[in-house]
C-alpha cells in the first residue's frame, strides 16, 4: 500500500493507551481497549496509540489463528475510530499467503473511521525473543497518510534503528508513531531511545507500551508523547494509563526553519572505494563478523548489467548484513566460453558500475574460473547462487555449510539475460 501526502499544518491531537495485555486473550483486551477508550473520551482529529501485538500478545503457537482473526479486529478498531472521531494505530499479526506456504509479519496498523488508512512491517526481529524463528522482517518502510498528515511507524526494537525512523521523517512524516512490549528492565533506554528520534529527526513521537507481567517478564509501561525538540510532553506510569496531548505541526516548522536536521542528504560516500583486493576484504569481513554482521556473497560476469542482475542482487543482500559480489576479470570471463567478444565491458568498468548500487557493500575480481578460493578465504555466512543451480552443485556450497551458514538459490527474472541483449544489440 502506497502511503503518500502533503504534510499538514493544522493542529490535532495523540496519545497512548497503555494497558496490561493479555497473552492470548483478544476478547479482554478489546475490552481494555474499549474501556480505556470510554475513560479518555479522546476528541478527534487525532491519532491513539495501542501497545505491540495489542490483542493477542506474542502467542507464539497460535500466531496463524490469531492473524486470521486481525481483519475482524481492524473492523472493530474502525468502529471505535468512527465512534470517536479519531485513528487508532497499534501492531498486529499479519498473515501473507505465497507460493510455498505463508508468512506471518508483525504489523503496525493505521486505522480511521473510513478503514485501514495503511501499514507498516516490523523490520528488526528481536531474535532473543524468538521472534526471528515465527514472524517474517518487513522492507521499505513508507509513512502512512492519514489525513492529519504523513505518520512514520516503528515496531519495538525497531527504535533502537535511526536509519528506520530518518528514511521515512524525510519523506514528510510530522509524527513519528512506536508500538511496542519493551521490558522494565530497560526503561531507561527506552525512554532515552525515544527521545534521540524526536530529537534527531525534529519530529513529534507518541510511543506506546504495554504495562504488567507475563510470564518471566514485567513490561515498563512509561508510554510517551515528546515534542520535536525532545521535550517529554505526557508520560505514562508502571500502570495501565493514558494521555491526549495537542500536537501544532507549526512548532516542527519553526523548529527546523533555525536549523535543519532532516533535510539534508548529502552523499559523501567514494562507490569506488567499495571495490577491493581479496586480503584487505577478508581482514574487514572479519571485522563484520566479529560484531555481528552477516555476510553475503555471489558471483558472476555481469558484462551488461540488467534488471534481472539488480533484481537478484537486491534479494541476496536482504539474506544478511553484508553483500559481497565476486566479479569474473576479463581473462575469467574468455575462459568459460562467453565467446570471443565477451567481456563486452572490461573488469574494471563492471566493477565499478556494481559498486555504484546500493544493495552492493563490496566488489572483489577474481581471475578463476570458479570463485571457490573468494568463499574459502572470506567464509560468508550465506552464499548465493542465481537460477536454477542445486545446492549441491554450488561451488563452496560444501565449506559454508559445514561452517554453518546457508547456500541460497535464487531464480533470476525471466526474459532477461546478457546474451539475449547482445542478439537484439546485433540485430538492430
Given at each position: 500500500m502506497?502511503?503518500?501526502?502533503?504534510?499538514?499544518?493544522a493542529?490535532?491531537?495523540?496519545?497512548?493507551l497503555?494497558f496490561?495485555?493479555?497473552?492470548?486473550?483478544?476478547?479482554?483486551?478489546?475490552?481494555a481497549?474499549?474501556a480505556?477508550?470510554?475513560r479518555?473520551?479522546?476528541?478527534g482529529?487525532g491519532?491513539?496509540?495501542?501497545?505491540?501485538?495489542?490483542?493477542?500478545?506474542?502467542?507464539?503457537?497460535?500466531?496463524?489463528h490469531?492473524?486470521?482473526?486481525?481483519?475482524?479486529?481492524?473492523?472493530?478498531?474502525?468502529r471505535?475510530?468512527?465512534?470517536?472521531?479519531?485513528?487508532?494505530?497499534?501492531?498486529?499479526p499479519?498473515?501473507?499467503?505465497?507460493?510455498?506456504?505463508?508468512?506471518i509479519?508483525?504489523?503496525?496498523y493505521?486505522?480511521?473511521?473510513r478503514?485501514?488508512?495503511?501499514?507498516?512491517?516490523k523490520?528488526q526481529l528481536?531474535?532473543?525473543?524468538?521472534e526471528?524463528?515465527?514472524?517474517?522482517?518487513?522492507?521499505?518502510?513508507?509513512p502512512?497518510d492519514?489525513g492529519l498528515?504523513?505518520?512514520?511507524?516503528?515496531?519495538?526494537?525497531?527504535?533502537?534503528?535511526?536509519?528506520?525512523?530518518?528514511t521515512?521523517?524525510?519523506?514528510?512524516?510530522?509524527?513519528?508513531v512506536v508500538?511496542?512490549?519493551?521490558?522494565?528492565a530497560?526503561?531507561?533506554?527506552?525512554?532515552?531511545?525515544?527521545?534521540?528520534?524526536?530529537?534527531?529527526n525534529?519530529?513529534f513521537?507518541v510511543?506506546?507500551?504495554r504495562?504488567?507481567?507475563?510470564?518471566?517478564t514485567?513490561?515498563?509501561?512509561?508510554s510517551?508523547?515528546?515534542?520535536?525538540?525532545?521535550?517529554?510532553?505526557?508520560?505514562?506510569?508502571?500502570?495501565?494509563?493514558?494521555?491526549?496531548?495537542?500536537?501544532?505541526?507549526a512548532?516542527?516548522?519553526?523548529?527546523?526553519?533555525?536549523?535543519?536536521?532532516?533535510?539534508p542528504v548529502?552523499?559523501?560516500?567514494?562507490?569506488?572505494?567499495?571495490?577491493?583486493?581479496?586480503?584487505?576484504?577478508?581482514?574487514l569481513?572479519?571485522?563484520y563478523?566479529?560484531?555481528?554482521?552477516k555476510?553475503?556473497?555471489t558471483?558472476?560476469?555481469?558484462?551488461?548489467l540488467?534488471q534481472?542482475?539488480?533484481?537478484?542482487?537486491?534479494?541476496?543482500r536482504?539474506?544478511?548484513?553484508?553483500l559481497?559480489?565476486?566479479?569474473?576479470s576479463?581473462?575469467?570471463?574468455?575462459a568459460?566460453?562467453?565467446?570471443?567478444?565477451?567481456?563486452?565491458?572490461h573488469?574494471?568498468?563492471?566493477?565499478?558500475?556494481?559498486a555504484?548500487?546500493?544493495?552492493?557493500?563490496?566488489?572483489?575480481?577474481?581471475?578463476?574460473?570458479?570463485?571457490?578460493?573468494l568463499?574459502?578465504?572470506?567464509?560468508p555466512?550465506?552464499?548465493?547462487?542465481?537460477?536454477?543451480?542445486?545446492?549441491?552443485?554450488?561451488?563452496?556450497?560444501?565449506?559454508?555449510?559445514?561452517?554453518g551458514?546457508?547456500?541460497?538459490?535464487?531464480?533470476?527474472?525471466?526474459?532477461y539475460?546478457?546474451?539475449?541483449?547482445?542478439?537484439?544489440?546485433?540485430?538492430?
Open positions: 502506497k502511503n503518500i501526502s502533503e504534510t499538514t499544518s493542529r490535532y491531537h495523540a496519545g497512548f497503555q496490561a495485555v493479555q497473552l492470548a486473550e483478544p476478547e479482554a483486551n478489546l475490552a481497549v474499549r480505556g477508550l470510554a479518555l473520551a479522546p476528541a482529529p491519532i491513539l496509540m495501542l501497545p505491540e501485538l495489542w490483542s493477542c500478545g506474542f502467542a507464539y503457537e497460535r500466531l496463524q490469531f492473524a486470521l482473526q486481525t481483519e475482524e479486529v481492524l473492523a472493530e478498531m474502525q471505535l475510530a468512527g465512534q470517536y472521531g479519531i485513528h487508532l494505530a497499534g501492531s498486529l499479519e498473515e501473507v499467503l505465497t507460493e510455498v506456504g505463508g508468512a509479519y508483525n504489523t503496525l493505521i486505522v480511521g473511521s478503514g485501514v488508512c495503511g501499514s507498516i512491517r523490520q528481536f531474535a532473543p525473543m524468538a526471528d524463528r515465527y514472524f517474517s522482517h518487513g522492507d521499505n518502510p513508507q502512512v492519514t498528515g504523513l505518520v512514520a511507524g516503528l515496531v519495538c526494537y525497531d527504535l533502537r534503528f535511526p536509519e528506520l525512523a530518518k521515512q521523517a524525510a519523506q514528510g512524516a510530522g509524527l513519528l508500538s511496542a512490549q519493551w521490558p522494565e530497560r526503561r531507561e533506554q527506552w525512554r532515552t531511545l525515544a527521545m534521540a528520534r524526536a530529537i534527531e525534529q519530529i513521537v510511543a506506546c507500551n504495562c504488567g507481567i507475563t510470564g518471566k514485567e513490561f515498563g509501561g512509561h510517551l508523547v515528546i515534542g520535536p525538540d525532545g521535550t517529554v510532553l505526557a508520560e505514562g506510569g508502571a500502570e495501565p494509563d493514558t494521555a491526549w496531548v495537542e500536537i501544532d505541526p512548532k516542527m516548522q519553526e523548529l527546523r526553519q533555525r536549523f535543519n536536521t532532516v533535510g548529502p552523499y559523501r560516500f567514494d562507490d569506488q572505494n567499495k571495490i577491493m583486493e581479496l586480503e584487505e576484504l577478508a581482514a569481513t572479519a571485522r563478523r566479529a560484531v555481528g554482521r555476510v553475503v556473497f558471483n558472476g560476469c555481469f558484462d551488461i540488467h534481472g542482475h539488480v533484481t537478484y542482487l537486491e534479494q541476496a536482504r539474506e544478511g548484513d553484508c559481497v559480489v565476486g566479479v569474473n576479463d581473462a575469467s570471463v574468455r568459460l566460453g562467453k565467446g570471443d567478444d565477451r567481456p563486452v565491458n573488469e574494471q568498468s563492471r566493477a565499478r558500475i556494481l555504484a548500487l546500493g544493495c552492493v557493500d563490496h566488489v572483489v575480481i577474481f581471475g578463476e574460473e570458479t570463485p571457490h578460493r568463499i574459502t578465504t572470506l567464509r555466512e550465506v552464499l548465493v547462487k542465481g537460477g536454477d543451480w542445486p545446492v549441491e552443485k554450488i561451488v563452496g556450497a560444501t565449506e559454508v555449510l559445514a561452517a551458514g546457508r547456500v541460497l538459490s535464487i531464480p533470476l527474472v525471466e526474459n539475460s546478457t546474451t539475449s541483449l547482445l542478439k537484439k544489440i546485433r540485430t538492430l
